[in-house]
């Protein structure tokens, strides 16, 4: 069978966006009512942005060992368990918040109970987006898999800039502020009835196997099929004919430090690190320029705005530009910071909201290109047997941008503005000299 355009039907690529987007889009729905919900409960900021912090660091140290898992228990499994962990946790969360808002509990123990259940997220939701990343780079060619994936990472990006955008259409009578977690626990609830009738059920006790040949994105970079048998002899193919063996043939487990993925995971934790404090300094920023924090609810239109056209840039990246011109991860990465970089000094010294949003659009392309690079180019860096596993580390490095340093970066733009901008700006230009000296170039497929 020829494999160099094996490509998943559209209707599973759909459904495997939604699993993304819904939890992408309400995580961060969540944040952006978060500094309203935390001055009416009179819970100062800094606290209100550690509650996040242990959630984003059980997704750091969970989301291998059920990468791991999707390996031996099936990817479909995992991707259920996620979104099952997302709709209890936002569902928790938001009675939480509601009972301490309504006065039935003081502030700190709603923000303590809401930070207990957050962790149910970073313990259990971290099992979806490396089973769905797994997912698709076992069912796919390497010559389509660049592309598969930053459609799927597509989706996680643009749940990220919309959730903001449509929290405030969520603030519902009744509900107020809490809008935006019962919407989401009901889209989870939809998106998991979906999931469970629609995708077909993969067979948990052998993994996708190919044989890679040469580097990646070189001539000859496409996997070959490697026949298998099972004991009695039967060929063991999965749903688009790779050839699959037992999960006891596995090679050993991949580690952080391997060779192979060294220089992809620096690149991957920095540019990161950038991201998240671009997203957690923006609000504030515009609030600022634009001289509304007397008035905060007038700056949800503009938030908004800016946020809106991050996602249209993000999706012109990766639904555009990467296909178009068919970028190779190196390419995409070195593309994407620079960018950012130019971005970066638009919005640093942007002074209105038509400034601002541009410097903010640049810098959302530029993370369009360089986030599916960074995702693709660790898992072409490693054997389709290792899928499950690189998928993990992958998802653990951008849980862990959010740990502390939308925090950091939030604390130095209130201190000084300028070292915020500073911070990322060395983030960036590190990371472009990672690709430079420690990647080799892209050669086409």
């Known amino acids: ?67 791991r898992r999707s390996d031996r228990r099936g990817r479909k499994a995992m991707m259920a368990l996620g979104l099952v962990g997302f709709a209890v946790s936002f569902a928790l969360c938001g009675a939480a918040l509601y009972a301490g808002l309504t006065g039935t509990i003081s502030g700190l123990s709603a923000i303590l109970l809401f930070a207990a259940a957050r962790s149910l997220y970073g313990g259990f939701g971290s099992a979806a987006p490396p089973a769905v990343q797994a997912y698709v780079a076992s069912r796919t060619s390497r010559a389509e898999r660049t592309q598969a994936l930053s459609m799927v990472s597509s989706s996680f990006g643009l749940g990220t800039v919309l959730g903001p955008a449509l929290a405030p259409l969520l603030i519902l009578p009744g509900l107020g502020l809490i809008g935006p977690f019962a919407a989401f626990t009901l889209a989870a609830l939809v998106v998991l009835t979906l999931l469970r009738l629609r995708l077909p059920n993969d067979d948990p006790r052998y993994a996708g196997r190919g044989e890679i040949l040469g580097e990646p994105m070189s001539a000859s970079s496409n996997p070959s099929i490697v026949e298998s048998r099972n004991p009695e002899g039967d060929h063991l193919h999965d749903d688009i004919g790779h050839d699959q063996h037992s999960a006891d043939s596995l090679t050993g487990r991949l580690r952080w430090t391997d060779p192979r993925l060294r220089a992809w995971l620096a690149a991957g934790t920095l540019g990161g690190q950038a991201q998240s404090i671009l997203l957690g300094v923006v609000g504030f920023l515009l609030l600022d320029r634009l001289g509304l924090r007397h008035q905060p609810d007038a700056a949800a239109g503009p938030i908004g705005l800016v946020l809106m056209g991050g996602a249209v840039a993000t999706l012109l990246a990766q639904w555009g530009l990467i296909p178009m011109m068919k970028l190779g991860p190196r390419t995409s990465i070195l593309w994407g910071m620079g960018l950012v970089t130019v971005g970066t000094l638009g919005m640093a010294a942007g002074r209105d909201l038509h400034a601002i949003a541009t410097g903010f659009a640049i810098c959302s392309l530029g993370f369009g290109l360089f986030r599916p690079g960074f995702t693709s180019g660790a898992s072409l860096a490693v054997t389709p047997s290792e899928q499950g ?34 911070v990322v700006e060395v983030l960036t230009i590190l990371v472009i000299l990672i690709c430079l000296i420690g990647i080799r170039r892209d050669t086409p497929a």
């Open 389 to 422: 596993q690189s998928a993990g580390i992958v998802a653990a490095v951008n849980g862990s941008a959010y740990i502390i340093s939308p925090a950091i970066g939030v604390w130095l733009y209130n201190h000084s503005s300028w070292s915020a901008w500073v």
């Open 1 to 67: 069978m020829d494999e160099t355009n094996v490509q998943l039907p559209r209707s599973r690529m759909a459904l495997l966006f939604m699993v993304m987007l819904v939890t992408a889009a309400g995580n961060t729905a969540m944040q952006s009512v978060m500094p309203s919900i935390g001055t009416h409960l009179r819970i100062a900021d800094v606290w209100v942005s550690l509650a996040y912090s242990w959630s984003a660091l059980l997704w750091m140290l969970l989301a291998p060992f059920w990468a």
